[in-house]
């Protein structure tokens, strides 16, 4: 079992940037993919991106693709979301999750969620 906390979040404007860092509790940390979601105001939670257990394989969603990265550091429990060029449409609350499964991009295979940090993008 794994618990994670995010921070991070914040008010920012486009084109700004951002890192999200969500620290995880537990010694199985580098045995659990993780992943980062948003969830905007009256829309469903959606998959930002994805990190393998080593950290030698990351994924994107189409939409932030070249403007986020995901990186993690197994030895400080710590997954990060590099976050660049900052749109209002990024605006959401933030999530970070893990999963015993590989390369999944679908909520509901992911078993452990923080409470999620805001962070809002103004135009």
């Known amino acids: 079992q794994v618990h994670v906390v995010e921070s991070g979040g914040g008010l920012v404007q486009a084109g700004d940037s951002l890192r999200l860092s969500c620290a995880a509790s537990g010694r199985t940390f580098s045995s659990y993919t993780m992943g980062w979601f948003r969830q905007a105001p009256g829309k469903e939670r959606e998959f930002v991106a994805g990190i393998s257990r080593s950290g030698f394989t990351t994924y994107y969603a189409d939409s932030v693709k070249g403007r986020f990265t995901i990186s993690r550091d197994n030895a400080k429990n710590t997954v990060y979301l590099q976050m660049t060029s900052l749109k209002p449409e990024d605006t959401a609350d933030y999530y970070c999750?893990?999963?015993?499964?590989?390369?999944?991009?679908?909520?509901?295979?992911?078993?452990?969620w923080g409470q999620g940090t805001q962070v809002t993008v103004s135009s």
């Open positions: 999750a893990a999963t015993s499964r590989i390369r999944v991009r679908e909520a509901y295979e992911y078993d452990y």
